[in-house]
């Protein structure tokens, strides 16, 4: 699949879904090729470390602690769990 689609504008009238191939030669964190990712725009760090937190105490597996990824952008703040199908949800946040 080809298809990508990218954040350009935060805006709360609406959200974006994006989605894309696995990189080539790549696997996901948890090693299956097949994973989706879905991210969700918190409004703020404590509302990302709340959504990492009620999932673990809800049963996801932790695939990255709260915190700023700055591999992706010096302001990008964010948690990853791995749901019960092994889906990777991220919520983040723009410390802008």
Request: charged share 20%; hydrophobic share 35%.
């Amino acid at each position: 699949m080809a298809m990508k689609s990218r954040y350009e504008e935060r805006n709360a009238d609406h959200f974006t879904v994006w989605i894309s191939a696995p990189a080539k030669g790549k696997e996901s964190q948890n090693g299956n090729l097949n994973v989706t990712h879905v991210a969700f725009a918190g409004n703020s760090k404590a509302q990302v470390d709340e959504f990492h937190a009620n999932a673990l105490k809800a049963g996801a597996k932790c695939n990255g602690p709260p915190g700023f990824r700055t591999q992706y952008h010096e302001k990008y703040y964010a948690a990853f769990i791995l749901d019960p199908d092994g889906n990777n949800v991220e919520c983040v946040y723009f410390d802008l």
